[in-house]
């Protein structure tokens, strides 16, 4: 008869655990692979965030440029630049105001009075004023305007683009760009380091029409720039 074999000299591997290298070693790699997912997460939020605001951002100056020629007066695309502890619309939100028209001489008055609810860009997203240029790639930023409305409330400090009263731009060849990004309260919106490959814009041609391009190199040179 065979001789049973010693439980004691058996190895048995239904109970053998993990080792803490073993261990360890799991933990990395699970880490390693959180961190890709954030990473890829953010950046297909921030692309999806800036390709839905540059659609409607073009949109809002093919409204605008509409405006100007249906009312037969100029129209304006205004970015709020008022207060910059409004996080909710400092550099976010965009409306249209046209000049007002006096009834009894159907002519142009010298105030202006907002013609739309406007637009807000999706969170994470700001217009940048450093990218953005008034004539071109290759001029100046954008500067700020100060515009008395109608509506006390509304009034303050804009970037402002103007369409005339034939639909035409006021300032061919100038830019808006817009990128993704953060904002500590009370400061400029700061990019990120994925933003600096998620930017997005169109230029603004003479007839009024908008071109758009996705190329950072289309709208300066990104690897300096620190904040918008």
């Not at 010693?6 to 692979?33: C, K, Q, Y």
């Not at 990473?39 to 440029?65: H, P, Q």
């Not at 700061?190 to 071109?211: Q, V």
Request: charged share 20%; proline share 5%; with cysteine.
């Amino acid at each position: 008869m065979k001789k049973p074999q010693d439980p004691s000299s058996r190895t048995n591997h239904a109970h053998r655990g993990f080792s803490l290298v073993e261990l360890l070693v799991v933990i990395v790699i699970m880490t390693i692979l959180m961190t890709m997912g954030a990473m890829g997460i953010r950046n297909l939020t921030g692309g999806k965030g800036t390709s839905t605001a540059l659609a409607n951002t073009e949109a809002v100056f093919a409204e605008a440029r509409s405006t100007a020629i249906g009312r037969g007066a100029p129209a304006r695309v205004l970015i709020d630049m008022r207060d910059i502890n409004d996080q909710g619309n400092y550099l976010r939100r965009i409306v249209i105001a046209a000049q007002d028209i006096d009834p009894a001489t159907g002519l142009p008055r010298n105030s202006w009075s907002l013609v739309s609810r406007g637009y807000t860009l999706p969170d994470g997203v700001f217009y940048s004023k450093e990218l953005s240029r008034a004539s071109g790639t290759d001029s100046a930023p954008m500067q700020p305007q100060s515009v008395t409305l109608s509506k006390a409330t509304d009034s303050g400090n804009y970037m402002i683009y103007e369409f005339n009263s034939q639909g035409l731009s006021t300032t061919p060849g100038a830019t808006f760009v817009i990128g993704s990004g953060a904002r500590p309260k009370g400061s400029a919106p700061i990019i990120n380091g994925a933003a600096k490959r998620d930017f997005a814009g169109f230029a603004i041609w003479g007839n009024g029409e908008t071109s758009a391009f996705r190329n950072p190199a289309q709208c300066g040179d990104l690897t300096s720039l620190k904040n918008f």
